[in-house]
């Protein structure tokens, strides 16, 4: 069965350095997304992206904060700067269309110290 | 922005029983779906719902799309040691080509323990 894929699965990084997340979204998706887990908490929206551009970032999606799809398989987060309270599990997500049901990845747990 | 109120936080109960959990919202949402995340992973997609009144089953689980679209419902029927996890309401606006297509509005999520 068709999955979302991402790497890795933890990553360990110091305040300050760029971060890159990586997800390998399902294939005949067409709409991308990030999300982000705080430990005990909900599921918030970071951003969605759709036709190689951003279709809506949150408030917390801040200039620190970046998307790409590289190429015809990879979809990515970076985070230029990364803050303490960046720790989080990031979870990329796909859908067929944008109102259709939303398959989720296993997530990158990060940490920043 | 949109709040979906999820209810109850928390419940313990004996293997056997039926579970009952809902999300409310104070504003409307054309698509409710409802995923189960269990620790250290990913939310698993268990019902999705497209129409306002509509009530779909998926095994032992069956969800409501409350007619107002502001509410959904989700219930476990005899549930077992696995049903053991956190259940999430979400809910999206989904307009075509309007604001928020694809995004996901989720609930605090509510947590099961089910005691053998």
């Known amino acids: 069965e068709p999955e979302v894929t991402q790497t890795p699965s933890h990553q360990v990084t110091q305040m300050g350095q760029e971060v890159i997340l990586r997800c390998v979204p399902i294939?005949?998706?067409?709409?991308f997304y990030w999300y982000r887990q705080i430990l005990g908490q909900k599921v918030e929206f970071l951003v969605s992206f759709y036709n190689n551009e951003i279709s809506e970032k949150s408030e917390i999606f801040d200039d620190q904060f970046s998307v790409e799809r590289p190429d015809g398989s990879n979809f990515t987060l970076k985070i230029r700067s990364t803050k303490l309270e960046d720790s989080a599990m990031y979870f990329c997500?796909?859908?067929?269309?944008?109102?259709?049901?939303?398959?989720f990845g296993q997530g990158t747990r990060l940490t920043v110290v | 922005g949109q709040q979906l109120n999820q209810s109850p936080q928390s419940m313990f109960i004996q293997e056997g029983e039926d579970v009952s959990m809902n999300c409310t919202s104070s504003?409307?949402?054309?698509?409710w779906l409802w995923y189960k995340q269990d620790p250290g992973e990913g939310p698993v997609l268990l019902i999705a719902l497209y129409k306002a009144g509509e009530l779909t089953s998926n095994g032992r689980l069956t969800a409501q799309f409350g007619i107002t679209r502001k509410d959904s419902f989700l219930n476990i029927s005899a549930s077992i040691p696995s049903d053991v996890g956190i259940y999430f309401c979400?809910?999206?606006?989904?307009?075509?080509?309007?604001?928020?297509?694809?995004?996901?509005?989720f609930g605090q999520g509510t947590i099961l323990t089910v005691h053998p």
């Open positions: 294939s005949n998706h067409l709409y």
């Open positions: 997500a796909s859908s067929v269309m944008g109102n259709t049901e939303a398959f």
């Open positions: 504003s409307i949402f054309n698509t």
């Open positions: 979400a809910g999206q606006l989904g307009g075509a080509g309007g604001t928020s297509y694809g995004k996901l509005t």
